[in-house]
């Protein structure tokens, strides 16, 4: 045998073993699973945040819709998400304010809590104040207090900017006034939280309330005050000091694949979870894994 | 009537006609162009600011739009209303304007409350005045007007603004006509725009050295530095105090376009004149031109002239005319100059001895009347003399004709060495000769004997015969009383001397004078 046959059958049995490799391979690889989320803003921070971790731990594709709230995302789109759930097309929503038991009941939602999240409480970055004291809040939502001379600040009328989400749902804003139709009548009313932070950037006399997870820019006039000489932090939450806030959960819709059971279970205890809710000042409602 | 009779005639006829022709279409063209032009100019000129209003229609309709947009945004609205409600500080109304309709195309932005304070646009007081004036701060209406304030005129657009059904006062935005706009228009229409205040220039497309200068349209034109413009009022409002806008299309601009196309035209004629004259000229020189020459030589061969003609190499049809009628009038010469040979040489044999060369009696009685007026004119005198050659009878039958022709020969040099080159000889017939000399008988009288003697001492020798040759002569003078036609006269007494000479013993001279004759 010469060495030219001998470098051709070589060569030969190169290309086949690459080929049967390459069909191997594809027959042995597991298909990953795609899972789709959307829902409200604060929700879609955390999650998005731990995408990666969740992908590569999970064995999943992760697709989430939510981060701009004012394209129309809140909590509906993300209850009308969860319902889109079937085998092949598993789904999931995210939602900012508790949902109420007939409302669960009623749709076939299944509510999976993830973490109480401080509303903060905020001012133009002009206003001198640094703290309102708690009542003096509300009443400063439901108009009682009009100018901020009479909580120590400067002769100025208040402007109050308000996002009145999910009015049916309870929670979130409800912490600090129970009902819409108790809040001050003339404020400025708005569609979208980012108009809620712009709102309280352009007024001097501006105040709102926005989650903790809210990604401020530095371009926008806007600080956070305390509320009764109390920091919203996980801490005050956990200690009820603190009395404004949210509940972030996810919410599903009848039966749910083994891997979105997996996904959700590690978003409620798992490590990553715990290190982004300690960044925002969230505090979980599902314990640790060991 | 112009005779053409000639194509040479009909040629320039008909160049000249072209060329008037193109010149009378030039002209033409030229004045009703001019008159077209003009009118079409003022027609445009009432479309185009035509076309000026719907534009400014157009911009008013579009201006109204954004006050419309503006009163449309809750969420400005609801600034508006928390502002205006609570008197806010205005910075959050400068912040939300700016950040949601600081794109939009407005000059000027004022919004009023309904008790008249700005909310926004402070600063322009002029125009805040003049909504005030006009009662729109609580109007309930989208309106648009003029406004003639800081800026120059300006385009305006109101409308009410209010929020959850509570009116808050009036937004007015505004589009200034000023020169970057007035341009812009211009560069649409083409034409000039001025506006005009009070008479007088405040804008215009053109230089900026016009303004102020004087504006007073005439018949729908005006003078501005010695320029006419066709004019037209753009209407922008039925306000009085207004500045008005007119519209202008520049005469001389137009004049100035169509005197282009009139030189464009001029040259064309000019090209057009220039070749009809090559052409004329090509014409006359490879058609005309020959054929004159060919009729010119038709009329001298008509004439019966057969002049000398060089035909060329031309191989078109005249040139190939002109060299086979050549030929035909060399053929014709050749053939006249033989007939003028042979009637020469007729008329030599006619009138001349074919033997001795002499002239014949024929040519005596043709040259004679001649010769006689010329001896009276002269105040000369004739002499005839006759010579016989003595026994020539006996000499032709003795040596034969031969022989005496060629004594006759022998005497007709000896006529000739004697005689001077003045004098005439003829031979008359046989043996008999004529000498016609100018002078008396008495010269005539030497000359024969002169003759005489000569023949006497030269006997006609040929080396076989030795011939002893004389002659008798008979000599006779002309005379005045015989006239022109005298010649038989003088020749019956030269015979007469000669008879006598011959009577007397031959061999001498006899003259005759008148009753009586001498030896």
């Known amino acids: 045998m010469n060495n030219n046959?001998?470098?051709?059958?070589?060569?030969?049995?190169?290309?086949?073993?690459?080929?049967?490799?390459?069909?191997?391979?594809?027959?042995?690889?597991?298909?990953?699973?795609t899972i789709t989320g959307a829902g409200e803003h604060f929700t879609w921070v955390l999650l998005d945040q731990i995408r990666p971790q969740l992908e590569r731990d999970q064995r999943l594709q992760l697709i989430l819709f939510g981060k701009e709230s004012m394209l129309g995302h809140g909590c509906n789109v993300g209850i009308k998400k969860a319902k889109e759930n079937r085998v092949g097309n598993e789904t999931f929503g995210f939602i900012c304010c508790p949902l109420a038991k007939e409302e669960v009941?009623?749709?076939?939602?299944?509510?999976?809590?993830?973490?109480?999240?401080?509303?903060?409480?905020?001012?133009?970055?002009?206003?001198?104040?640094?703290?309102?004291?708690?009542?003096?809040v509300r009443a400063i939502f439901r108009g009682e207090i009009r100018?901020?001379?009479?909580?120590?600040?400067?002769?100025?009328?208040?402007?109050?900017?308000?996002?009145?989400?999910?009015?049916?749902?309870?929670?979130?804003?409800?912490?600090?006034?129970?009902?819409?139709?108790?809040?001050?009548?003339?404020?400025?009313?708005?569609?979208?939280?980012?108009?809620?932070?712009?709102?309280?950037?352009?007024?001097?006399?501006?105040?709102?309330?926005?989650?903790?997870?809210?990604?401020?820019?530095?371009?926008?006039?806007?600080?956070?005050v305390t509320v009764g000489g109390v920091a919203p932090t996980a801490e005050n939450l956990r200690s009820k000091r603190y009395p404004f806030y949210q509940e972030q959960s996810i919410v599903t819709h009848g039966e749910i694949s083994a891997p979105l059971a997996n996904m959700i279970r590690e978003v409620q205890s798992g490590e990553d979870f715990r290190r982004v809710a300690k960044k925002y000042e969230l505090l979980p409602l599902t314990p640790a894994l060991p | 009537m112009i005779a053409l009779r000639?194509?040479?005639?009909?040629?320039?006829?008909?160049?000249?006609?072209?060329?008037?022709?193109?010149?009378?279409?030039?002209?033409?063209?030229?004045?009703?162009?001019?008159?077209?032009?003009?009118?079409?100019?003022?027609?445009?000129?009432?479309?185009?600011?035509?076309?000026?209003?719907?534009?400014?229609?157009?911009?008013?309709?579009?201006?109204?739009?954004?006050?419309?947009?503006?009163?449309?945004?809750?969420?400005?609205?609801?600034?508006l209303y928390i502002a205006t409600s609570l008197g806010t500080d205005p910075g959050a109304m400068a912040e939300i304007y700016q950040r949601q309709f600081g794109w939009l195309q407005i000059d000027r932005t004022v919004i009023l409350s309904r008790t008249g304070k700005a909310l926004i646009g402070a600063q322009h007081a002029d125009l805040r005045t003049t909504l005030i004036k006009r009662k729109l701060v609580k109007g309930a209406e989208v309106r648009q007007f003029y406004h003639d304030g800081q800026r120059g005129l300006e385009m305006v657009a109101t409308s009410p603004i209010s929020y959850r059904s509570q009116s808050l006062g009036v937004i007015a935005v505004t589009r200034t006509l000023d020169a970057e706009w007035i341009n812009v228009v211009r560069h649409m229409s083409g034409g000039q725009l001025f506006l005009v205040?009070?008479?007088?220039?405040?804008?215009?497309?053109?230089?900026?050295?016009?303004?102020?200068?004087?504006?007073?349209?005439?018949?729908?034109?005006?003078?501005?530095n010695g320029e006419s413009y066709l004019v037209r009022r753009v209407a922008i409002g039925?306000?009085?105090?207004?500045?008005?806008?007119?519209?202008?299309?520049?005469?001389?601009?137009?004049?100035?376009?169509?005197?282009?196309?009139?030189?464009?035209?001029?040259?064309?004629?000019?090209?057009?004149?220039?070749?009809?004259?090559?052409?004329?000229?090509?014409?006359l020189r490879n058609f005309s031109a020959p054929l004159s020459r060919l009729v010119n030589l038709i009329e001298e061969v008509g004439a019966g002239r057969?002049?000398?003609?060089?035909?060329?190499?031309?191989?078109?049809?005249?040139?190939?005319?002109?060299?086979?009628?050549?030929?035909?009038?060399?053929?014709?010469?050749?053939?006249?100059?033989?007939?003028?040979?042979?009637?020469?040489?007729?008329?030599?044999?006619?009138?001349?001895?074919?033997?001795?060369?002499?002239?014949?009696?024929?040519?005596?009685?043709?040259?004679?009347?001649?010769?006689w007026s010329e001896a009276l004119r002269s105040s000369k005198s004739l002499t005839l003399i006759i010579a016989d050659i003595d026994y020539f009878k006996m000499v032709n039958d003795r040596f034969g004709h031969p022989v005496g022709d060629?004594?006759?020969?022998?005497?007709?040099?000896?006529?000739?060495?004697?005689?001077?080159?003045?004098?005439?000889?003829?031979?008359?017939?046989?043996?008999?000769?004529?000498?016609?000399?100018?002078?008396?008988?008495?010269?005539?009288?030497?000359?024969?004997?002169?003759?005489?003697?000569?023949?006497?001492?030269?006997?006609?020798?040929d080396g076989e015969h030795n011939i002893p040759v004389t002659a008798s002569f008979g000599v006779a003078q002309a005379d005045t009383a015989d006239g022109v036609d005298g010649l038989s006269r003088m020749l019956q007494r030269a015979d007469k001397a000669l008879y006598m000479a011959k009577t007397n013993g031959r061999n001498r001279v006899v003259v005759w004078y008148a009753q009586r004759v001498s030896a």
Request: hydrophobic share 40%.
């Open chain 1, 5 to 33: 046959r001998l470098r051709c059958l070589s060569r030969l049995a190169g290309v086949w073993l690459v080929i049967g490799w390459g069909v191997a391979g594809a027959a042995e690889k597991p298909s990953t699973p």
């Open chain 2, 306 to 371: 057969l002049p000398d003609i060089h035909g060329g190499p031309s191989h078109d049809e005249i040139g190939y005319l002109t060299n086979r009628f050549s030929e035909m009038v060399t053929n014709l010469r050749e053939q006249q100059d033989e007939v003028k040979r042979v009637q020469s040489q007729l008329e030599h044999e006619a009138t001349t001895d074919s033997l001795t060369g002499f002239y014949n009696r024929r040519y005596l009685y043709n040259i004679f009347p001649k010769l």
């Open chain 2, 197 to 224: 205040k009070d008479g007088r220039i405040v804008l215009s497309t053109i230089a900026d050295e016009h303004g102020g200068q004087s504006f007073i349209p005439s018949s729908d034109r005006v003078e501005i």
């Open chain 1, 147 to 224: 100018n901020w001379k009479e909580v120590g600040g400067e002769d100025r009328p208040i402007v109050i900017v308000l996002r009145p989400h999910c009015p049916q749902r309870p929670g979130h804003w409800k912490t600090i006034v129970p009902a819409v139709e108790q809040f001050r009548k003339d404020r400025i009313e708005v569609k979208a939280e980012a108009e809620v932070v712009q709102g309280v950037s352009d007024f001097a006399e501006g105040i709102g309330n926005i989650g903790s997870t809210w990604v401020f820019e530095p371009s926008q006039n806007i600080k956070v």
């Open chain 1, 105 to 136: 009941e009623n749709e076939g939602l299944t509510v999976h809590p993830i973490a109480l999240e401080p509303l903060l409480i905020i001012v133009n970055k002009s206003n001198p104040l640094q703290d309102i004291p708690i009542e003096k």
């Open chain 2, 406 to 461: 060629r004594v006759l020969l022998h005497f007709a040099k000896v006529l000739k060495d004697n005689c001077r080159v003045s004098d005439f000889i003829y031979r008359l017939g046989g043996e008999e000769f004529l000498v016609l000399t100018s002078g008396d008988s008495e010269g005539g009288m030497h000359v024969a004997e002169k003759i005489r003697i000569a023949l006497e001492c030269d006997s006609y020798s």
């Open chain 2, 238 to 283: 039925d306000d009085t105090l207004l500045p008005q806008l007119w519209f202008a299309l520049s005469q001389q601009e137009l004049t100035a376009h169509l005197h282009e196309q009139r030189n464009r035209m001029l040259a064309v004629v000019i090209a057009g004149c220039i070749g009809g004259l090559i052409i004329g000229l090509m014409m």
């Open chain 2, 6 to 79: 000639t194509y040479r005639h009909r040629l320039v006829f008909y160049i000249g006609a072209l060329l008037l022709f193109l010149v009378a279409a030039l002209v033409l063209s030229y004045h009703s162009s001019n008159t077209l032009v003009l009118k079409e100019a003022e027609n445009n000129t009432a479309r185009l600011a035509q076309q000026i209003e719907g534009q400014l229609r157009i911009e008013a309709r579009d201006l109204s739009e954004r006050a419309k947009m503006m009163r449309d945004n809750t969420g400005f609205t609801g600034y």
